[in-house]
């Protein structure tokens, strides 16, 4: 079982960077594919960036590609989204996640799921 914490989300204006963190219990992090989501409010969930186990297979959602950057540190337990030139359809709930599966690109089927950090971009 893993348990997942974000933070690094807040209010931030266009044009701006953030970093957010995920850190994670349990010690087999190593062994679990992450990835980052976000939900608007009135949208559906949307998948944002996925890192594989050794942090070689990268994956971003159009939307974001080339302003996000997707890591990982598996010596801290800890997935990290660098974001970039945010833009105001950036503000989301941002989730990250965590399957032991192998599942495609973006899918959400991942097992583990954090509580989420809010993300505003003001224009």
């Known amino acids: 079982q893993v348990q997942l914490a974000e933070s690094g989300g807040r209010l931030v204006q266009a044009g701006g960077s953030l970093r957010l963190s995920c850190a994670a219990s349990g010690r087999t992090f190593s062994s679990y594919r992450l990835g980052w989501f976000r939900h608007a409010p009135g949208l559906e969930r949307e998948f944002v960036a996925t890192?594989?186990?050794?942090?070689?297979?990268?994956y971003y959602a159009d939307s974001v590609k080339g302003r996000f950057t997707i890591s990982r540190d598996n010596a801290k337990n800890t997935v990290y989204l660098q974001m970039n030139s945010l833009k105001p359809e950036d503000t989301a709930v941002y989730y990250c996640?965590?399957?032991?599966?192998?599942?495609?690109?973006?899918?959400?089927?991942?097992?583990?799921w954090g509580q989420g950090t809010q993300v505003t971009v003001s224009s």
């Open positions: 996640a965590a399957t032991s599966r192998i599942i495609g690109p973006s899918d959400s089927a991942y097992d583990y």
């Open positions: 890192i594989g186990r050794s942090g070689i297979v990268l």
